[in-house]
């Protein structure tokens, strides 16, 4: 068959058709990408192929011979393969469609978390197993070089990955407001609950590798220590005599009464205290934030910081959008140059609102 | 060209190292590390010393009769403190005040009818070497005092929490105070030198102190005493803070009036 613009297909299956008990079932391993891309390519009857398998999604994407036999083929192929009927769970999109999919998928528009960036780096490692693999030839190369360049601009231009979006990496950015480089100033973490194992594991991921852990269980504080190395398990009566050379700290204990009062921290003088409370009932007294040097945030402080982000990020969606939208372009005028020889691009597959838009960039 | 052609020039770099600077900020929502900025900064700086270079041939001395030489001389030295020191210490956020900062000094010099011609009276290339390192430290406190207001303002949105993405743009506490320390050191160091060399000038020709003297040494005194204060904690660093910017006002405001001394106008 002739490539055209149509050929370009995309088959998937995603967290917004399918819920995580199918998505775990279809998921690919890198281990198992050789054989995956193998076998799909040979019952979709795909030339060019590269497969992305994440916990939100499992798509692929190619060019076609058959593009009709490949979208009747691939729930055929899942259902075949796994046992379970998954035509209502798939999708499928061709030319434009995929074009513009993959650039949103890669600019982080159709994420689970709008704007995440960890999408982007999965995007290139697909990329680089299908090119090892030999199924990445001049359209999918092109096509994928494309999209990261979409990407990177619509990140850069718009704030579609500002701010984050978790209680933990939030913490982790005022910290590093306050602090700069964490790797030189010490943490301490008062109880050892899950937020509070997940925020150190943020600030971690940052820098701060002075970790102290205080727990009434010191067998627990100890366990903790093995997740983060050069960490220290501290007795629970102890911690208070650390608190001078602590930088940053974590509460989060099941205690009824404020752990920290003013005159425990009179002798930091100059010296920064960030408090992280995630703590309920709290266990650092609010009042303690009239002191300068002192800043305090509980958990409804965090969550209120990681909710505007999310506002924030979604309001960017559509101007991400835009900017992606001339890359496809782009792309589709070099495919339909170089590769596809009909039909022109006017009659491809575009819903109305693409073709809208195409024609206004186009004038 | 005309001399002051050359501040317009170095008005218009500023402002655009401004603009993209904030332009920079907002897109990014992070610290700037750009060259343009750098280049755009150097830009004025160049112009900058052309107009005081010009000046100072047609004068036959250091370019300090008026307050628009006196602006132009402060604002190139805060554009060669960011070329000298701003680049090994965390050049962007020094950038991200050094534009701003220079761009009002030169639209506020050009703006307000200060450029008209004194009679200037030459004193010996001690009151020369006086004139030069204490607008030289101005310049540098200037920085310091912009430090000092970025943390004040810093610390009350982290305080009273706040949170919006253009605060990530902004360097961090931790980086502010060390700025902040830092440039009033060097700042206070130019002073004292320009100072001593004001004072042997008076002791070699016999000069009575003056009223200006005396708010000279005042004001040198509170720089060192806040200095002190911040390095041995005596006060708070908000507080600390506060008072460098109005130190630093007064100072700003009344510098024409201290140029008296070195001048004898």
């Known amino acids: 068959m002739t490539p055209t613009a149509s050929t370009l297909i995309c088959c998937g299956i995603n967290h917004q058709t399918a819920p995580i008990e199918l998505r775990e079932r279809v998921a690919v391993s890198p281990e198992e990408t050789f054989s995956a891309l193998e076998s799909i390519t040979r019952h979709l009857h795909l030339s060019e192929a590269i497969l992305l398998s994440t916990c939100n999604r499992v798509e692929i994407f190619g060019i076609s011979q058959d593009p009709q036999h490949s979208a009747k083929a691939w729930p055929r192929y899942l259902t075949q393969r796994h046992g379970t009927d998954f035509t209502p769970y798939t999708f499928v999109n061709t030319g434009a469609d995929t074009v513009i999919h993959l650039f949103e998928l890669a600019a982080g528009l159709r994420s689970m978390v709008v704007g995440e960036t960890e999408i982007f780096g999965q995007i290139k490692q697909a990329y680089a197993l299908a090119t090892a693999e030999g199924y990445v030839q001049k359209a999918t190369h092109r096509l994928f070089q494309s999209a990261f360049s979409a990407a990177k601009e619509a990140r850069a231009r718009t704030t579609i990955s500002a701010g984050n979006v978790s209680i933990g990496t939030v913490a982790a950015d005022l910290a590093e407001k306050i602090f700069g480089i964490l790797s030189h100033h010490t943490l301490m973490l008062l109880g050892a609950g899950e937020i509070s194992e997940r925020t150190v594991r943020s600030l971690y991921s940052r820098g701060a590798k002075k970790i102290l852990i205080a727990n009434r269980t010191y067998d627990r504080a100890h366990h903790l220590t093995k997740q983060f190395p050069e960490s220290k398990a501290i007795p629970w009566e102890k911690w208070p005599s650390y608190l001078q050379e602590t930088d940053i700290l974590i509460a989060s204990t099941a205690a009824q009464h404020h752990l920290l009062q003013a005159q425990d921290i009179q002798s930091r003088r100059n010296k920064p205290l960030f408090i992280?409370?995630?703590?309920?009932?709290?266990?650092?007294?609010?009042?303690?934030?009239?002191?300068?040097?002192?800043?305090?945030?509980?958990?409804?402080?965090?969550?209120?910081?990681?909710?505007?982000?999310?506002l924030q990020r979604q309001a960017a969606i559509a101007k991400a959008k835009e900017i992606i939208l001339p890359h496809a372009w782009k792309f589709l005028q070099w495919f339909e140059k170089n590769i596809a020889t009909t039909p022109p691009i006017s009659s491809l597959n575009l819903d109305p609102q693409h073709n809208l838009q195409i024609s206004n960039l186009k004038s | 060209m005309p001399e002051r052609c050359w501040i317009y020039i170095a008005t218009l770099a500023t402002f655009l190292a401004t603009l993209y600077a904030a332009r920079k900020a907002y897109i990014r929502q992070a610290p700037i590390h750009s060259p343009t900025l750098r280049i755009l900064l150097f830009i004025a700086l160049i112009a900058q010393t052309t107009f005081l270079h010009l000046r100072g041939l047609s004068h036959g001395h250091c370019p300090t009769t008026n307050p628009f030489e006196t602006l132009a001389f402060l604002n190139w030295a805060s554009l060669l403190t960011y070329q000298l020191i701003g680049t090994p210490f965390r050049h962007s956020s020094i950038g991200l005040m050094t534009a701003p900062l220079a761009t009002f000094i030169n639209i506020l010099a050009l703006?307000?009818?200060?450029?008209?011609?004194?009679?200037?009276?030459?004193?010996?290339?001690?009151?020369?070497?006086?004139?030069?390192?204490?607008?030289?430290?101005?310049?540098?406190?200037?920085?310091?005092?912009?430090?000092?207001?970025?943390?004040?303002?810093?610390?009350?949105?982290?305080?009273?929490?706040?949170?919006?993405?253009?605060?990530?743009?902004?360097?961090?506490?931790?980086?502010?105070?060390?700025?902040?320390?830092?440039?009033?050191?060097?700042?206070?160091?130019?002073?004292?030198?320009?100072?001593?060399?004001?004072?042997?000038?008076?002791?070699?020709?016999?000069?009575?102190?003056?009223?200006?003297?005396?708010?000279?040494?005042?004001?040198?005194?509170?720089?060192?005493?806040?200095?002190?204060?911040?390095?041995f904690q005596w006060l708070p660093r908000k507080v600390i803070a506060a008072t460098l910017i109005i130190t630093y006002c007064i100072t700003l405001a009344t510098i024409n009036w201290l140029q008296g001394f070195s001048t004898g106008l």
């Open chain 2, 111 to 231: 703006l307000m009818p200060l450029d008209y011609p004194t009679q200037y009276r030459i004193q010996g290339w001690m009151m020369e070497l006086h004139i030069a390192t204490t607008l030289l430290a101005y310049g540098i406190l200037g920085l310091a005092s912009m430090a000092a207001l970025f943390y004040i303002i810093q610390q009350r949105i982290l305080k009273r929490r706040l949170i919006s993405h253009w605060l990530y743009t902004l360097p961090s506490i931790d980086s502010l105070i060390t700025a902040q320390f830092r440039l009033h050191l060097i700042g206070t160091l130019c002073l004292f030198i320009g100072f001593s060399a004001g004072i042997t000038h008076l002791i070699h020709t016999n000069t009575p102190p003056t009223i200006q003297f005396t708010t000279h040494i005042i004001l040198v005194l509170a720089f060192i005493f806040l200095l002190l204060s911040n390095y």
């Open chain 1, 276 to 310: 992280i409370d995630l703590s309920v009932p709290r266990n650092i007294d609010p009042n303690l934030n009239k002191i300068e040097n002192i800043y305090i945030y509980n958990i409804d402080d965090l969550s209120l910081i990681a909710e505007n982000n999310i």
